[in-house]
């Protein structure tokens, strides 16, 4: 049961939502759209859906073209994200609405709509509520009863809009790894829209990411944060401190500023090429002292974040406009002990792993 | 909310000085005693100044029983006509856009800012023995001017907002998600209608119902246009009191007036009733 959108483009008025989209889902996948609001995630999953239609570009679902087809003959489960569920029926009435407007030949007996429905509520641990009403349930009851009113209808895709987003934190977490085993029981074809990276990479086997209508990069939430495709991706998922500056001997140049590293493979590379390190926070060592050229900082904040300690650095003698004012740095806990650092101390900057952006196009990743 | 509560608050409080209190609560009883009370209270009394005979009699008179008829026939019409189009009005402009739905909206209000009288007058204009249409329909032998159609579309007209401008804010703040589920589990349009759509928008649609009807049982001035006050045949209830009065018939007027009257009340329960259901299933929505 795959799904296949070639080349979809959609503008509402002038305003282009999205912007020649193509993407693969393979059988039993589950996986994320990332992205900003407004980026087009939300409406790429409405086309695919079949609520919206698409201005050019067509949507494949299981080897067949369902472009022009209602959203009835696509089979695919919706959940809405205010879950939009029913408020004058009961629970038990918004699971059984699919079967009930089945066509008379295809609708099953009261009975056995009684026995799916309790079936679906057992699933989704809910059928101790089936007798309430939506107003009388918390936010994530609510979006498992949608869940299973989606999944009543036996759907083969499975899509889902921000299943997550008006939840409690906590809440949501425990949604998270819920809604994975689920999927690894039901091995329903999924996607999933999200703004929040945190919950694609826990979620998701795969991740979309997405800007201005676009798709910037398709990968495993490994893939997308370690090696991004884009400056935009590299930001998006994750912390980074950016560097921009110019290649000056084994140095990049942020003017007047050096960080003692340069990609690989640059060799050939003239000197003033302009390029932009993108560093994760804990992509850099500190070191007390040392022997090599490294550039110097001053501790300015520290804060105890449990395992690791979040720490803001200064660049000392620079003010430039390639540097990021103040520098993040994450240290394991262990090693910030080790260090023993105080607030005003000088350190030494390393970094250990950078995304190299040559003017906005991707380079190359790796160590230095 | 709050801050009212809390100017009333003070007003409360011990010690704080009571006589705006009575004074503003004495002038608001003085104005609806005045101007509600009085009217509806001397209403009933000439109605009945001659005794309970004498107002049996007057209601039970031939033409008072056809100007009952027209009344609630007119009515029959109406009010199925202009909820069928106030559903239709609002959900075009809640859920969908487009060019003119503005104009539309403003549209939809053009009937409560006209005077009836020259609601009435346009249908004159239009269908009159000497308007556009008029003498073609009255060849067909179907005159609209002076007689029942002409009632109907003069009331029509002017009642067309009602249930329009009562459910399109309703169906704005509702919004559609409800519905697209319903279209996604696979409902058809009319079955998302009937179980979604209807269920949602039910008070709101009675409320615009129950003022609509009040309104085309009680018009007067673009009936009175365009009606010809034909005794038995083409007189409303509102018209028919106005005939009696003008002959001076004072107790029967009044006596047909208080049936008018009698709606008025009875509308204005129910309209409590609705808002009271509406408030309550609000209440548990957001529980």
């Known amino acids: ?368 | 909310m709050h801050t009212q509560t809390l100017a009333l608050d003070r007003l409360d409080q011990p010690g704080a000085r009571q006589w705006p209190r009575y004074v503003l609560t004495g002038l608001a009883i003085f104005i609806i005693g005045l101007f509600l009370l009085l009217p509806l209270a001397a209403v009933l009394i000439e109605a009945f100044s001659e005794g309970w005979d004498l107002y049996v009699q007057a209601i039970n008179d031939r033409y008072t029983w056809e100007a009952i008829k027209l009344t609630l026939l007119v009515a029959a019409v109406v009010v199925p006509l202009n909820t069928v189009f106030g559903i239709a009005a609002a959900w075009m402009i809640a859920r969908f856009q487009f060019t003119g739905r503005g104009a539309l909206t403003t549209l939809i209000d053009l009937p409560f800012s006209i005077s009836p009288v020259i609601a009435g007058l346009i249908f004159v204009l239009v269908f009159g023995a000497h308007g556009w249409f008029g003498s073609w329909f009255a060849e067909q032998g179907f005159p609209i001017i002076f007689a029942v159609p002409g009632i109907i579309l003069a009331t029509l007209f002017v009642t067309v907002p009602f249930v329009a401008r009562e459910l399109i804010p309703l169906m704005q703040e509702q919004g559609s998600e409800e519905e697209e589920a319903a279209i996604a589990l696979g409902a058809g349009s009319w079955t998302m209608f009937r179980k979604i759509t209807l269920p949602k928008i039910k008070w709101g649609l009675l409320y615009g119902i129950i003022l609509c009807n009040a309104r085309a049982m009680g018009e007067f001035g673009a009936v009175s246009v365009v009606s010809g006050h034909i005794r038995g045949q083409t007189n409303t209830l509102p018209l028919h009191v106005e005939i009696l009065y003008n002959e001076y018939n004072f107790t029967a007027a009044f006596a047909v007036a208080s049936l008018l009257a009698g709606l008025a009340i009875l509308t204005l329960v129910l309209k409590s009733l609705v808002e009271w259901q509406q408030a309550r299933s609000l209440e548990r929505a957001t529980q």
């Open chain 1, 1 to 368: 049961m795959s799904i296949e959108v070639r080349n979809i483009t959609k503008a509402f008025d002038d305003f282009k939502a999205l912007d020649n989209v193509s993407l693969n889902v393979d059988d039993g996948e589950l996986v994320a759209l990332l992205g900003p609001s407004g980026c087009g995630k939300t409406t790429l999953l409405r086309m695919i859906a079949g609520l919206d239609f698409v201005d050019e570009g067509e949507v494949w679902l299981n080897g067949e073209n369902v472009t022009g087809k209602h959203i009835k003959q696509r089979g695919v489960g919706f959940v809405f994200q205010h879950y939009a569920l029913f408020g004058h029926m009961t629970v038990f009435e918004n699971v059984a609405f699919g079967l009930r407007v089945l066509k008379r030949n295809e609708r099953p007996s009261e009975d056995q709509i009684r026995k799916r429905v309790h079936e679906l509520l057992d699933l989704v641990q809910l059928d101790w509520l089936s007798k309430r009403f939506p107003a009388q349930l918390s936010g994530g009851q609510r979006q498992r009863v949608a869940l299973a009113r989606a999944l009543a209808v036996e759907p083969k895709f499975l899509l889902l809009d921000e299943p997550f987003g008006a939840l409690d934190a906590n809440v949501r977490k425990e949604l998270r790894r819920w809604l994975r085993r689920l999927h690894d029981e039901l091995h329903v074809t999924s996607i999933f829209v999200t703004h929040d990276q945190e919950e694609a990479m826990e979620v998701a086997s795969r991740i979309v990411v997405m800007d201005k209508g676009r798709i910037e990069q398709v990968g495993t939430p490994e893939a997308v944060y370690d090696r991004p495709a884009s400056p935009f991706v590299s930001s998006f998922i994750g912390n980074v401190n950016v560097f921009h500056g110019r290649l000056q001997g084994g140095s990049l140049d942020t003017g007047g500023w050096q960080l003692p590293i340069r990609p690989p493979g640059s060799d050939d590379v003239g000197d003033d090429t302009p390029y932009a390190a993108y560093i994760r926070p804990h992509d850099f060592e500190l070191l007390k002292s040392t022997e090599e050229k490294l550039p110097e900082c001053r501790v300015k904040f520290i804060q105890p974040m449990g395992s690791v300690y979040r720490l803001e650095v200064v660049p000392e003698h620079a003010a430039s406009d390639g540097l990021p004012e103040v520098i993040d740095v994450e240290l394991p806990r262990r090693d910030f002990r080790a260090l023993n650092l105080s607030v005003g101390e000088r350190v030494y900057l390393r970094a250990t792993e950078t995304h190299w952006f040559e003017a906005g196009q991707p380079a190359v990743t790796g160590p230095r």
